[in-house]
T-cell receptor, first 113, second 115 residues
Framework: AQKVTQAQTEISVVEKEDVTLDCVYE???????LFWYKQPPSGELVFLIR??????QNEISGRYSWNFQKSTSSFNFTITASQVVDSAVYFC??????????FGAGTRLFVKA | EAGVTQFPSHSVIEKGQTVTLRCDPI?????LYWYRRVMGKEIKFLLH????????ESGMPNNRFLAERTGGTYSTLKVQPAELEDSGVYFC?????????????FGSGTRLTVV
């Protein structure tokens, strides 16, 4: 079975704090892709990153960084020096063979000024 | 490039009524997907079109839901008759390339409330 678990339902931080959003996935496939999407208050889902199962290099993009660890089936997302504009719901997702993407339940991040 | 457009953005209907949601994908994207998020839970797959053909509709909850994609362009998702449990946010997404590994471009969603 394929599953994505985002155990943190809501996180609240103060601006400039670092915050890590956890994502644990389950799949028996050896080839798969992991994603993070952001849903700001405006409602649309914004693609942030894609990582394939053969590339365990961590990635940094500005204040965002992602830590992919196959040994623990985790794909965690860290925002450094959070800002109010980072407030949103963040979804982790998994895609294997076929066209479906399996999403986690999302983590709502509140960043207070 | 225009993004994926969905309308209406919000819809409130009574139980038993019919509602039709529309999605206009990015021009040239053959693949169109419908997803739904109910009650703050996971975003779940409903179906996938390749052009005008349904590639996979295994996620459609029941026969009250009907999706069409006329001429491989825009798509509609009709709920008839609507039930309370149909309330949620319906997302449409499109992609140029098919298969795994490609991030979608999502629309802003349609928030459906059935009362």
């Amino acid at each position: 079975a394929q599953k994505v678990t985002q155990a943190q339902t809501e996180i609240s931080v103060v601006e400039k704090e670092d915050v890590t959003l956890d994502c644990v996935y389950e799949t028996r496939d050896t080839t798969y892709y992991l994603f993070w999407y952001k849903q700001p208050p405006s409602g649309e889902l914004v693609f942030l990153i894609r990582r394939n199962s053969f590339d365990e290099q961590n990635e940094i993009s500005g204040r965002y960084s992602w830590n992919f660890q196959k040994s623990t089936s985790s794909f965690n997302f860290t925002i450094t020096a959070s800002q109010v504009v980072d407030s949103a719901v963040y979804f982790c997702a998994l895609s294997t063979g076929g066209f479906k993407t399996i999403f986690g339940a999302g983590t709502r991040l509140f960043v207070k000024a | 490039e225009a993004g994926v457009t969905q309308f209406p953005s919000h819809s409130v209907i009574e139980k038993g009524q019919t509602v039709t949601l529309r999605c206009d994908p990015i021009s040239g994207h053959d693949n169109l997907y419908w997803y739904r998020r109910v009650m703050g839970k996971e975003i779940k797959f409903l179906l996938h079109f390749v052009k005008e053909s349904k590639q996979d509709e295994s996620g459609m909850p029941n026969n009250r839901f009907l999706a069409e994609r006329t001429g491989g362009t825009y798509s509609t998702l009709k709920v008839q008759p609507a039930e309370l449990e149909d309330s949620g946010v319906y997302f449409c997404a499109s992609s140029q390339s098919a298969g795994t590994g490609y991030g979608y471009t999502f629309g802003s969603g349609t928030r459906l409330t059935v009362v």
